[in-house]
T-cell receptor
Framework: DGGITQSPKYLFRKEGQNVTLSCEQN?????MYWYRQDPGQGLRLIYY???????QKGDIAEGYSVSREKKESFPLTVTSAQKNPTAFYLC???????????FGPGTRLTVT | AQTVTQSQPEMSVQEAETVTLSCTYD???????LFWYKQPPSRQMILVIR??????QNATENRFSVNFQKAAKSFSLKISDSQLGDTAMYFC???????????FGKGTKLTVNP
């Protein structure tokens, strides 16, 4: 079955540690995205990538980093510089032609 | 910058009835796309329906349809024959033509009561 996978579903880290969230898709989509969702809020764009080895900052990129070495994979690293990292993180992908974005199941990150 | 406003934080409807969720947006462009996403308690975001701004005909997907009023910058979602499984957060989203960015509203929590 085609789709987007994110792992793990729940992640716990101590403050000051970097953590990497996984996102893999087998939809053959060119574009991939990372969003952050906080309680009572919509989604906010962190980073996106339209092609391998290229990515752009979204609206809240500070404290985050990404890589796009393969078309299928777009991992997100939450660094210790991110002041409020506890949130629900969603990965998405799309064909770059105005179609909708398709989302993975998300990762709930808790930093204490 | 584009903004998306959902003025109804919460709504409820009886099973089998019809409900309409509101969404307005702000843009000065003519080429854009609009979407409704559903987020059930599992938190998986599911694309419900999409509309291209250049199309006058309102999009329909089974029990879901939109009322797209371009001049009024309004994009409401109508759910017919509501089912218990429709209980979820619903997000309206805007995408400028040529841009990869989706701008989301803050969502409407819909509860379908038996």
């Amino acid at each position: 079955d085609g789709g987007i996978t994110q792992s793990p579903k729940y992640l716990f880290r101590k403050e000051g540690q970097n953590v990497t969230l996984s996102c893999e898709q087998n939809l053959n989509h060119d574009a991939m995205y990372w969003y952050r969702q906080d309680p009572g809020q919509g989604l906010r764009l962190i980073y996106y990538s339209q092609i391998v080895n290229d990515f752009q900052k979204g609206d809240i990129a500070e404290g985050y980093s990404v890589s796009r070495e393969k078309k299928e994979s777009f991992p997100l690293t939450v660094t210790s510089a991110q002041k409020n990292p506890t949130a629900f993180y969603l990965c998405a992908s799309s064909v770059t032609s105005g179609t909708g974005q398709y989302f993975g199941p998300g990762t709930r990150l808790t930093v204490t | 910058a584009q903004t998306v406003t959902q003025s109804q934080p919460e709504m409820s409807v009886q099973e089998a009835e019809t409900v309409t969720l509101s969404c307005t947006y702000d843009t000065s462009e003519n080429n854009y796309y609009l979407f409704w996403y559903k987020q059930p308690p599992s938190r998986q975001m599911i694309l419900v329906i999409r509309q291209e701004a250049y199309k006058q005909q309102n999009a329909t997907e089974n029990r879901f349809s939109v009322n797209f009023q371009k001049a009024a910058k309004s994009f409401s979602l109508k759910i017919s024959d509501s089912q218990l499984g429709d209980t979820a957060m619903y997000f309206c989203a805007f995408r400028q033509g040529g841009s990869e960015k989706l701008v989301f509203g803050k969502g409407t929590k819909l509860t379908v009561n038996p």
